[in-house]
Protein backbone atom coordinates (compact mmCIF):
# COMPACT_ATOMS: atom_id res chain seq x y z
CA UNK A 1 0.00 0.00 0.00
CA UNK A 2 1.54 3.49 -1.01
CA UNK A 3 1.03 5.98 2.09
CA UNK A 4 0.31 9.82 1.11
CA UNK A 5 3.84 11.67 1.69
CA UNK A 6 1.87 14.88 3.68
CA UNK A 7 4.82 17.20 2.49
CA UNK A 8 3.34 16.58 -0.72
CA UNK A 9 -0.11 17.33 0.50
CA UNK A 10 -1.91 20.81 0.56
CA UNK A 11 -3.51 21.77 4.30
CA UNK A 12 -2.97 22.33 7.25
CA UNK A 13 -0.92 20.70 9.98
CA UNK A 14 -2.64 19.38 12.93
CA UNK A 15 -1.10 18.37 16.55
CA UNK A 16 -3.12 15.00 17.34
CA UNK A 17 -2.84 13.27 20.71
CA UNK A 18 -5.08 9.90 19.28
CA UNK A 19 -5.31 7.77 22.26
CA UNK A 20 -6.52 9.74 25.85
CA UNK A 21 -7.68 8.50 28.85
CA UNK A 22 -10.13 10.20 31.85
CA UNK A 23 -12.51 9.46 34.77
CA UNK A 24 -14.59 7.67 32.13
CA UNK A 25 -12.00 4.71 32.49
CA UNK A 26 -8.99 4.83 34.37
CA UNK A 27 -7.74 8.53 33.94
CA UNK A 28 -7.46 10.94 36.53
CA UNK A 29 -9.11 13.69 34.83
CA UNK A 30 -12.59 14.56 34.02
CA UNK A 31 -13.23 14.49 29.71
CA UNK A 32 -14.00 18.53 30.22
CA UNK A 33 -10.14 18.99 32.05
CA UNK A 34 -8.71 16.80 29.84
CA UNK A 35 -9.90 18.69 26.66
CA UNK A 36 -8.67 22.12 28.36
CA UNK A 37 -5.63 20.52 29.44
CA UNK A 38 -4.93 19.66 25.56
CA UNK A 39 -5.79 23.15 24.08
CA UNK A 40 -4.00 24.92 26.22
CA UNK A 41 -1.17 22.73 25.12
CA UNK A 42 -2.17 23.65 21.30
CA UNK A 43 -3.33 20.75 20.15
CA UNK A 44 -5.38 20.72 17.42
CA UNK A 45 -6.80 17.73 17.43
CA UNK A 46 -7.89 15.19 20.51
CA UNK A 47 -9.48 11.87 20.65
CA UNK A 48 -11.31 10.96 23.49
CA UNK A 49 -10.38 6.78 23.95
CA UNK A 50 -11.64 5.35 27.33
CA UNK A 51 -11.82 1.46 28.16
CA UNK A 52 -14.58 0.08 27.02
CA UNK A 53 -17.19 3.62 26.51
CA UNK A 54 -17.06 6.33 24.51
CA UNK A 55 -17.38 9.71 26.09
CA UNK A 56 -20.72 12.49 25.56
CA UNK A 57 -18.84 15.10 23.50
CA UNK A 58 -21.60 17.69 24.36
CA UNK A 59 -20.40 20.61 25.84
CA UNK A 60 -16.61 19.68 25.19
CA UNK A 61 -16.31 22.01 22.21
CA UNK A 62 -12.89 23.69 22.26
CA UNK A 63 -12.52 26.42 19.99
CA UNK A 64 -9.55 25.58 17.76
CA UNK A 65 -9.30 21.95 19.11
CA UNK A 66 -11.18 19.42 17.00
CA UNK A 67 -12.41 16.27 19.33
CA UNK A 68 -12.89 12.96 17.81
CA UNK A 69 -14.98 10.19 19.49
CA UNK A 70 -13.56 7.31 20.45
CA UNK A 71 -13.00 3.97 22.88
CA UNK A 72 -10.28 1.07 24.12
CA UNK A 73 -11.14 -2.17 22.94
CA UNK A 74 -10.03 -5.31 24.49
CA UNK A 75 -10.93 -8.19 22.28
CA UNK A 76 -9.64 -11.50 23.01
CA UNK A 77 -5.79 -12.47 20.17
CA UNK A 78 -4.26 -15.56 19.55
CA UNK A 79 -2.87 -17.33 22.50
CA UNK A 80 -4.32 -15.97 25.59
CA UNK A 81 -3.56 -12.42 25.27
CA UNK A 82 -5.71 -9.59 24.61
CA UNK A 83 -5.64 -6.86 22.22
CA UNK A 84 -5.75 -3.17 22.60
CA UNK A 85 -7.12 -1.47 20.14
CA UNK A 86 -8.38 2.10 19.87
CA UNK A 87 -11.13 2.73 18.16
CA UNK A 88 -11.30 6.42 16.76
CA UNK A 89 -14.48 8.58 15.58
CA UNK A 90 -17.18 5.61 16.22
CA UNK A 91 -20.97 7.10 17.17
CA UNK A 92 -21.76 7.79 20.93
CA UNK A 93 -23.93 4.52 20.67
CA UNK A 94 -21.45 2.04 19.31
CA UNK A 95 -22.61 -1.15 20.44
CA UNK A 96 -19.36 -2.43 21.77
CA UNK A 97 -18.85 -6.00 22.90
CA UNK A 98 -15.73 -7.53 24.22
CA UNK A 99 -16.84 -11.49 23.37
CA UNK A 100 -16.82 -10.35 19.89
CA UNK A 101 -13.64 -11.45 17.80
CA UNK A 102 -11.40 -8.62 17.07
CA UNK A 103 -12.09 -8.94 13.22
CA UNK A 104 -15.39 -8.26 14.13
CA UNK A 105 -14.84 -5.38 16.39
CA UNK A 106 -12.67 -3.60 13.46
CA UNK A 107 -15.45 -4.27 10.69
CA UNK A 108 -17.72 -2.79 12.95
CA UNK A 109 -15.87 0.43 13.70
CA UNK A 110 -15.27 0.42 9.99
CA UNK A 111 -19.13 0.36 9.12
CA UNK A 112 -19.81 3.62 11.84
CA UNK A 113 -17.53 5.17 9.94
CA UNK A 114 -14.35 4.64 12.17
CA UNK A 115 -11.03 3.58 12.26
CA UNK A 116 -8.60 1.35 14.08
CA UNK A 117 -5.36 1.99 15.42
CA UNK A 118 -2.81 -0.99 17.21
CA UNK A 119 -2.24 -0.27 20.43
CA UNK A 120 1.49 -0.15 22.08
CA UNK A 121 2.55 -3.60 20.56
CA UNK A 122 5.57 -3.97 22.41
CA UNK A 123 3.88 -3.50 26.03
CA UNK A 124 1.12 -5.62 25.03
CA UNK A 125 4.08 -8.19 24.13
CA UNK A 126 2.48 -9.05 21.11
CA UNK A 127 4.23 -11.32 18.40
CA UNK A 128 4.34 -10.17 14.76
CA UNK A 129 1.86 -13.30 14.06
CA UNK A 130 -0.70 -11.58 16.22
CA UNK A 131 -0.26 -8.30 14.65
CA UNK A 132 -0.60 -9.98 11.14
CA UNK A 133 -4.07 -11.94 12.43
CA UNK A 134 -5.69 -8.44 12.42
CA UNK A 135 -7.15 -6.98 9.31
CA UNK A 136 -8.37 -3.64 7.77
CA UNK A 137 -6.12 -1.69 10.82
CA UNK A 138 -5.15 1.58 9.93
CA UNK A 139 -1.99 2.04 12.03
CA UNK A 140 0.51 1.01 15.20
CA UNK A 141 1.64 3.20 17.98
CA UNK A 142 5.23 3.64 17.44
CA UNK A 143 5.38 5.50 20.55
CA UNK A 144 3.20 5.33 23.97
CA UNK A 145 4.45 7.94 26.73
CA UNK A 146 2.46 5.87 28.99
CA UNK A 147 4.29 2.74 27.93
CA UNK A 148 7.45 4.49 28.94
CA UNK A 149 6.76 3.42 33.03
CA UNK A 150 8.29 0.51 32.08
CA UNK A 151 10.72 1.49 29.51
CA UNK A 152 8.59 -0.21 26.65
CA UNK A 153 7.17 3.10 24.74
CA UNK A 154 8.81 2.72 21.71
CA UNK A 155 7.60 -0.06 19.60
CA UNK A 156 9.75 1.03 16.07
CA UNK A 157 11.75 -2.61 16.63
CA UNK A 158 8.60 -4.41 16.38
CA UNK A 159 7.27 -1.88 13.60
CA UNK A 160 10.69 -2.75 11.67
CA UNK A 161 9.85 -6.82 11.74
CA UNK A 162 6.11 -5.82 10.81
CA UNK A 163 7.45 -4.03 7.89
CA UNK A 164 9.58 -6.57 6.51
CA UNK A 165 6.75 -9.62 6.78
CA UNK A 166 5.15 -6.94 3.99
CA UNK A 167 2.25 -5.64 6.26
CA UNK A 168 3.11 -1.55 5.48
CA UNK A 169 1.37 -0.22 8.73
CA UNK A 170 1.93 3.60 8.98
CA UNK A 171 2.46 4.44 12.73
CA UNK A 172 1.52 7.17 15.47
CA UNK A 173 2.79 8.71 18.30
CA UNK A 174 0.27 8.69 21.35
CA UNK A 175 0.23 9.44 24.98
CA UNK A 176 -2.14 7.37 26.16
CA UNK A 177 -2.27 9.41 28.74
CA UNK A 178 -4.20 8.51 32.50
CA UNK A 179 -2.07 10.00 35.16
CA UNK A 180 0.86 12.05 36.18
CA UNK A 181 3.63 12.65 33.63
CA UNK A 182 2.19 10.65 30.54
CA UNK A 183 0.62 13.86 29.05
CA UNK A 184 2.57 16.07 26.04
CA UNK A 185 4.85 13.31 25.18
CA UNK A 186 4.47 11.57 22.14
CA UNK A 187 2.30 13.38 19.52
CA UNK A 188 1.26 12.40 15.52
CA UNK A 189 1.87 15.78 12.86
CA UNK A 190 -1.63 15.25 10.64
CA UNK A 191 -1.32 16.76 7.34
CA UNK A 192 -5.31 17.48 6.08
CA UNK A 193 -7.39 19.41 4.02
CA UNK A 194 -8.78 21.08 7.02
CA UNK A 195 -9.24 20.36 10.59
CA UNK A 196 -12.56 19.03 10.23
CA UNK A 197 -13.47 15.75 11.23
CA UNK A 198 -13.83 14.06 7.97
CA UNK A 199 -10.40 15.43 6.99
CA UNK A 200 -8.86 14.38 9.72
CA UNK A 201 -9.71 10.91 9.50
CA UNK A 202 -9.35 10.99 5.67
CA UNK A 203 -5.57 12.08 6.63
CA UNK A 204 -5.46 9.56 9.32
CA UNK A 205 -6.51 6.81 6.35
CA UNK A 206 -4.09 7.90 3.46
CA UNK A 207 -1.12 8.42 5.99
CA UNK A 208 -0.89 11.82 5.54
CA UNK A 209 1.23 11.77 8.91
CA UNK A 210 4.37 11.64 10.70
CA UNK A 211 5.09 10.64 14.63
CA UNK A 212 7.10 13.17 16.48
CA UNK A 213 8.21 12.89 20.49
CA UNK A 214 9.66 16.41 19.68
CA UNK A 215 11.82 16.91 16.78
CA UNK A 216 10.24 18.34 13.87
CA UNK A 217 10.56 16.76 9.79
CA UNK A 218 10.39 20.19 7.58
CA UNK A 219 10.12 18.20 4.77
CA UNK A 220 11.10 14.50 3.10
CA UNK A 221 10.78 13.40 -0.45
CA UNK A 222 11.73 9.79 -1.18
CA UNK A 223 11.69 8.79 -5.31
CA UNK A 224 14.24 7.33 -8.23
CA UNK A 225 16.78 6.14 -5.86
CA UNK A 226 17.55 9.10 -3.70
CA UNK A 227 15.93 9.90 0.02
CA UNK A 228 16.14 13.81 1.28
CA UNK A 229 15.05 15.04 4.69
CA UNK A 230 15.16 18.12 5.90
CA UNK A 231 14.20 18.85 9.74
CA UNK A 232 14.46 20.77 13.36
CA UNK A 233 18.47 20.08 14.69
CA UNK A 234 18.93 17.14 15.97
CA UNK A 235 21.94 14.70 16.36
CA UNK A 236 20.68 11.61 14.63
CA UNK A 237 19.08 11.02 10.51
CA UNK A 238 18.61 7.44 10.17
CA UNK A 239 17.20 5.94 6.83
CA UNK A 240 15.33 2.73 8.19
CA UNK A 241 15.21 -0.36 6.02
CA UNK A 242 14.64 -4.08 5.07
CA UNK A 243 16.91 -6.09 7.14
CA UNK A 244 20.77 -5.24 6.75
CA UNK A 245 20.25 -2.35 4.53
CA UNK A 246 19.55 1.08 5.69
CA UNK A 247 21.70 4.38 6.59
CA UNK A 248 22.84 6.64 9.75
CA UNK A 249 24.50 9.89 9.83
CA UNK A 250 25.29 11.32 13.10
CA UNK A 251 26.34 15.13 14.14
CA UNK A 252 30.06 15.58 15.01
CA UNK A 253 30.57 16.47 18.58
CA UNK A 254 28.93 19.42 19.56
CA UNK A 255 27.19 19.90 16.17
CA UNK A 256 23.71 19.51 15.17
CA UNK A 257 22.22 18.02 11.46
CA UNK A 258 19.55 19.69 9.62
CA UNK A 259 19.48 17.47 6.20
CA UNK A 260 20.46 14.51 5.29
CA UNK A 261 20.54 13.01 1.84
CA UNK A 262 21.28 8.78 0.43
CA UNK A 263 21.11 6.98 -2.32
CA UNK A 264 19.12 3.74 -1.48
CA UNK A 265 18.43 -0.01 -3.42
CA UNK A 266 15.25 -0.99 -4.13
CA UNK A 267 16.28 -4.18 -2.62
CA UNK A 268 15.83 -2.64 0.53
CA UNK A 269 12.17 -3.22 0.47
CA UNK A 270 10.75 -0.01 2.18
CA UNK A 271 12.35 2.59 3.68
CA UNK A 272 11.54 4.91 6.44
CA UNK A 273 13.04 8.07 8.68
CA UNK A 274 13.97 8.68 11.71
CA UNK A 275 15.41 10.76 14.22
CA UNK A 276 16.68 11.97 17.50
CA UNK A 277 17.68 15.31 18.54
CA UNK A 278 20.11 15.48 21.54
CA UNK A 279 17.69 14.98 24.32
CA UNK A 280 17.12 11.62 22.98
CA UNK A 281 13.99 12.52 21.16
CA UNK A 282 12.46 10.80 17.97
CA UNK A 283 10.15 10.98 15.37
CA UNK A 284 9.31 8.95 12.83
CA UNK A 285 7.81 9.31 9.07
CA UNK A 286 5.71 6.69 7.40
CA UNK A 287 7.12 3.68 5.47
CA UNK A 288 7.71 3.69 1.53
CA UNK A 289 7.77 0.85 0.11
CA UNK A 290 10.41 0.56 -2.57
Not at 142 to 155: H, L, M, Q, R, W
Request: negative net charge; proline residues 4%.
Amino acid sequence: MAFANPFRQDGVWLKANLHTHTTLSDGDTDPAARVAQYAAAGYQVLALTDHRRTADLSGLATPGLTLLRGLEAHPACPNGAIYHLVCLNVPADFPYDETRPAQEIIAAVRAAGGEVIVAHPYWCGHTVAQILALENAIALEVYNATCSKIGKADSSVFWDYLLATGRTLPAVAVDDVHRGRDIFMGWTMIRAASAGVDDVMAALRAGSYYASCGPEFLDVQISDGVAEVRCSPVREIQFMCRGASGRSFYAEAGAELTSARWEYAKAAGYLRVQIADAQGRRAWTNPVVL
